[in-house]
């Protein structure tokens, strides 16, 4: 059975950190793209960061840049996101997704699997 779970989300102060993980199981995740989308309440669920199956190329959207890291632990079938310097517009549900091809994509529609997401708030 193919899942993606999620954890590391919580609650932190305005310039705190986190650091989400996503772990997979029921295929080989090597070959697989992955990424976290977020989803405020009221707005549409955005791309943050993606990580190709090897883990040797990484897209970020702007609003994250030179804040969070994207990684993966290919051993482990585990991807994480680094997120420093937090802030309260970062307030959201984060989601771990995959697809089934080796390269990314900034695109849900891109991804076959989903975790059911972690909540992280940041207060001011």
């Known amino acids: 059975q193919v899942q993606l779970v999620e954890s590391g989300g919580g609650l932190v102060q305005a310039g705190g950190s986190l650091r989400l993980s996503c772990a997979a199981s029921?295929?080989?995740?090597?070959?697989?793209?992955m990424a976290w989308f977020r989803q405020a309440p009221g707005k549409e669920r955005e791309f943050v960061a993606a990580?190709?199956?090897?883990?040797?190329?990484?897209r970020y959207t702007d609003s994250v840049k030179g804040r969070w890291t994207i990684s993966r632990d290919n051993a482990k079938d585990t991807v994480y996101l680094q997120m420093n310097s937090l802030k309260p517009d970062d307030t959201a549900v984060y989601y771990c997704?995959?697809?089934?091809?080796?390269?990314?994509?900034?695109?849900?529609?891109?991804?076959?699997?989903w975790g059911q997401g972690t909540q992280v708030t940041v207060s001011s």
């Open positions: 029921g295929r080989t995740w090597s070959s697989s793209g």
């Open positions: 997704a995959a697809r089934r091809w080796s390269n990314y994509s900034t695109q849900k529609s891109a991804y076959e699997f």
């Open positions: 990580i190709t199956g090897p883990g040797d190329y990484t």
